[in-house]
């Protein structure tokens, strides 16, 4: 896990190269932490945490932030006093070609059935 | 989760229908499971569980190898005293098309790095 020392708001987050095929799957394997990729993969920008409407407490919440956040599937920066999330799209698509389009995919069909 | 009366030897599986992405990916999370899904997609056929080499205990293995076929990403069958485990290939990509090759892409990149 990389951490930065530039300050108690700055946000701590994987390197590219310590993104663990393992720890993305294991985020991505939660309803809730899938409905808040889905959402940040269907706004292409940047999302306030405010944004997304959760059907659980704001400390559920952060916590599925976080677990996306360390585990290298979103990145997260204070704007002002937003706390703003985006994908990384780049950083996984170099990593593992086609994995997350594939299991945007797989979460759009699912949705469709149920 | 679907059940068979057929005998305690027959072991339970999902139907196709009951098969859901949080659980597939929740399975395929595990650095272990990847290893056996990955064993198994290179065998192209279906594999004894003694064929695995996994660096765990018996117990550790038996529940991976449960993990793997609850949550529907493999089947298994008792075939005389061995019990013989298999993709669901079919299944999978009928439900999540594109998804297990790009999981087993991702492996196999990671692991080529590692």
């Keep these: 896990m990389a951490t930065t020392a530039a300050g108690s708001r700055e946000l701590a987050h994987p390197e590219r190269v310590g993104i663990r095929l393992e720890g993305v799957l294991h985020a991505l394997s939660d309803p809730m932490r899938l409905l808040i990729v ?4 269907a706004a292409e920008c940047e999302l306030a945490c405010s944004a997304f409407a959760l059907p659980v407490s704001k400390s559920t919440s952060t ?25 990384r799209r780049d950083d996984l698509e170099e990593l593992f070609p086609g994995l997350l389009d594939a299991v945007l995919a797989a979460a759009d069909a699912q949705a469709g059935r149920d």
Aim: proline share 0%.
């Design 38 to 41: 889905r959402d940040l993969a």
């Design 63 to 87: 916590h599925h932030f976080r677990v996306l956040r360390e585990s290298g599937v979103i990145e997260q920066a204070y704007r002002g006093t937003a706390k703003m999330s985006g994908l």
